[in-house]
């Protein structure tokens, strides 16, 4: 789903919901984020707070920007566990990518490919929207595809593969969803997990491994605008 804003038009809101997040089935945090609409770009924005038993419980802020067809230009990720602070910033520059990290005092930069097939994973479900936001499934269908994988413990870049099956579609909760497997190949797909998407493809809930009596995030609020 393309989204052409009027060039003179405000930001407006696209959507923004919190997710409740668990751990080996209790609840340890919770996540608020919104995607919001420009003339030059689209904007996220989230903060992610956790607490025990989450294994490293603490605050994580990021902003991305998207193209308006949902292609990530840049991240920005501001992570705190303590007294221990790390600044993350990665951008586009055509088809490479580019990041800088920044912690205790030292900094570690990497560049790479970033081909216009590739996309980029990182620790919220506002990325597994984006993914399906430019692509299409049918029940059955699947896509696989090179991905950067960003994530602790220094959020820099980890290049691997992602493989998105759609397994089922159905009702979750008041409305038609799809029920898709998630896995890095060359991993089994045993290994990866599951999760339902409404049709606008915002995950409604996931989980720990393909146990669907183990959740791991939970969407508690939703507004569209």
Known sequence: MKLTPDVHAPPRLVFAGRYVQFHAGRECGEERWSVEVTPGALVARGEQVTSA?????????????LTHDWRLTALEVRWTVGDRELLAVHAADGERWRARVEYAGHVKEQE?????FCEIDFTTHLFTTFMLQRRDFAVGGEHEFPALLIGPPYMAVTPG?????????????????????????????????????????????????????????????????
Do not use: N
């Not at 038993?53 to 920007?65: F, I, K």
């Not at 790479?112 to 216009?116: F, I, K, L, V």
């Not at 990866?192 to 939970?218: I, K």
């Open 53 to 65: 038993p989450h294994p490293a419980p603490g605050r994580q802020e990021y902003r991305a920007t």
């Open 161 to 225: 593969r992602l493989l998105y099956r759609c397994v089922e579609r159905g009702r979750f909760g008041s409305g038609p969803a799809k029920r898709y497997i998630v896995s890095r190949p060359p991993g089994s797909e045993s290994e990866g997990f599951a999760f339902w998407a409404d049709d606008d493809g915002l995950v409604l809930e996931s989980y720990e491994g393909l146990d669907l009596a183990r959740p791991w995030m939970r969407l508690a609020e939703l507004r569209k605008g």
């Open 112 to 116: 790479g490919d970033y081909p216009a």
